[in-house]
């Protein structure tokens, strides 16, 4: 599975020297680890559905799923603790969490609809995985405050980093949705990661204008040039769920009408 450098210029800017050590209690090390024990379960998981060894890959789909619960709950305890002295690991913990899991919304999106068997539990992990990228992002948002310039600029360039890749995903998500490959029982699942992924769009404005209130008055070019990004990338949904649904937005903000009975989440932030 490739990892993408998605975080790359918020990792830089907090500027963090990952502590040594065991995990005997939570530390940004110890999510960096069970991120790439994830990660490299997850690899295990294409290359044995490339080879149709799908018993096989469903137990490495396990590890990785369970690998990525760990990750969250050493970042959620980091978090926790977090004050103006620690603020900065638990943002380096949370932006790993975040790109982690948009690199497996990615890989999910493309399990779905290649598989041959289990695309049901891919589809739930995709789900989950557009839901907790969501709210690492979130975290980091509520760290900012404690956080210098440097880093809460770069956070807002993560948010239009991961709204590009949002962007593109709710398109793959929504071809998904029409394949004939992918079975009925994962459709719920489906249903709701394109919900997740696009909700993620539509809180990353509130995200990037809370940045906004936070930033001095050198930093704000940078989160307003990510604010009319992630504006840009939510008018393309737009257009994208408009020609799902049929009909077009009569707002600001685009109140698409969603027909009664079709199997679209209902809290899908169009309006």
Known sequence: MKFP???????????????????????????????????????????????????????????????????????????????????????????????????????????????????????????????????????????????????QSGIASAIAALTADGEAEIGQIVALTASDNVPAAAQPAIDRALGFATEGINRAIGHLNELLGLVPEQARPHVEMALGQVTAALETVRGILSGLFGGSGDSATGGLPIPQGLPIPSFVPIG
């Open 5 to 151: 450098a998605t975080l790359a210029g918020v990792t830089v800017a907090l500027a963090l020297a990952a502590p040594a050590g065991a995990h005997e209690r939570p530390t940004v090390a110890s999510v960096q680890s069970h991120t790439a024990a994830a990660t490299s379960a997850l690899d295990r998981v294409e290359q044995l559905v490339s080879v149709n060894e799908h018993a096989s890959a469903a137990l490495a789909l396990a590890k990785s799923r369970v690998q990525v619960r760990a990750a969250a709950t050493d970042a959620r305890r980091l978090t926790r603790k977090a004050g103006k002295g620690s603020a900065m690991r638990a943002a380096k913990a949370n932006a790993v969490l975040a790109a982690l899991n948009d690199a497996n919304v990615e890989a999910f999106v493309v399990l779905v609809e290649e598989a041959d068997a289990g695309q049901a539990a891919y589809a739930a992990a995709l789900a989950a995985s557009a839901r907790d990228r969501a709210t690492a992002i979130a975290t980091l948002t509520g760290l900012a405050e404690w956080l210098p310039a440097a880093a």
